[in-house]
C-alpha cells in the first residue's frame, strides 16, 4: 500500500509543477474617469500613451469594456472584491462628511 501511495503522491507533484508554467499574465489598469478613447492605443489624438501602447502590443486587446457602476468607488469595490457593490456595502460615492455618507 505504501508504494501505491508514493506512487501517487509523486504524480501530484510532478503534475502540480507542470501546470504552474502554464499560467497566464493579467495586467488591470483601474483608473477613475479613464474613457476608451483616452489612450492612444484605442486612437486618441489629443493623448500620448507609450507605455500603453507598448503592453498592448505586446499583448491582447480588449476593445468592449464594461463598468460595474459608473462612479469610481462601487466600480473599484467590484474589481477588487469579485462581488456586487451593494453586497460589499458600496452602493455609491464614498462622501467626505460622516452625515452625508453610508456604509456598514
Known amino acids: 500500500m505504501k508504494p501505491l501511495a508514493l506512487i501517487l503522491l509523486s504524480f501530484l507533484v510532478l503534475g502540480s509543477s507542470f501546470a504552474a508554467d502554464a499560467k497566464p ?6 483608473a477613475d474617469d479613464l474613457g ?8 486618441a489624438s489629443d493623448c500620448h500613451t507609450p507605455n500603453i501602447d507598448k503592453l498592448a502590443a505586446e499583448g491582447m486587446l480588449f476593445p468592449n469594456m464594461r463598468a460595474n457602476c459608473t462612479v469610481c468607488s462601487p466600480s473599484r469595490a467590484a474589481l477588487l472584491t469579485g462581488r456586487y457593490p451593494d453586497r460589499v456595502g458600496v452602493p455609491g460615492v464614498i462622501r467626505t462628511n460622516p452625515e452625508d455618507s453610508w456604509g456598514y
Not at 499574465?25 to 483601474?30: D, E, K, T
Not at 476608451?36 to 486612437?43: A, E, F, I, K, L
Open 25 to 30: 499574465n493579467f495586467l488591470i489598469i483601474y
Open 36 to 43: 476608451y478613447g483616452d489612450v492612444s492605443t484605442y486612437h
